[in-house]
């Protein structure tokens, strides 16, 4: 009769299996992304001024030990290869409470925006051919996830700036 005991389980394994219920998110720590990256690029007498706004996505997948605490770094725009940084650090807002807790098995969006004429501020003027440049650009970061140890990177994919 015992062995009859471990039927029922394994058929109930199986089934799962086969209807895809296993999930196989295999992130056990938080994995960042920069979505819907956009710049303005306004020129004045006094100077180039910037207007940004993007998304930090993070997911944390259903295995991962426990929720997560998520710091920012750092965000600033660099270009398209990322060999050069062009406005370091990106003076970032967002409405959100930072740090943020991802929980597992789920997503968290936090969005920012820049002004850097908020505080009368301008770019150095070699920043507006930068910022406008054919190859596009990039927004690049850092967060920290209590989860691990150190700094994680992320960087948005290639856009183009609206420029005077």
Request: proline share 7%; aromatic share 4%.
């Amino acid at each position: 009769m015992k062995a009859r005991a471990w039927i029922p389980a394994a058929a109930a394994t199986l089934a799962a299996a086969v209807s895809g219920c296993i999930d196989t998110d295999a992130a056990v720590f938080v994995e960042p992304a920069i979505a819907a990256p956009e710049a303005t690029v306004s020129a004045s007498a006094l100077g180039t001024s910037l207007e940004a706004r993007f998304t930090l996505e993070l997911h944390l997948g259903p295995r991962a030990s426990g929720p997560s605490r998520v710091a920012v770094r750092s965000f600033e725009i660099a270009s398209a290869d990322q060999k050069t940084s062009i406005v370091a650090p990106l003076p970032v807002e967002t409405a959100t409470s930072l740090p943020v807790e991802v929980a597992p098995g789920s997503d968290v969006t936090v969005a920012f925006t820049v002004d850097t004429s908020a505080g009368g501020g301008t770019l150095p003027g070699d920043a507006a051919a930068a910022l406008c440049a054919a190859e596009g650009i990039r927004i690049t970061g850092a967060i920290e996830d209590s989860l691990e140890d150190g700094a994680t990177p992320v960087v948005s994919e290639v856009f183009l700036a609206r420029c005077p």
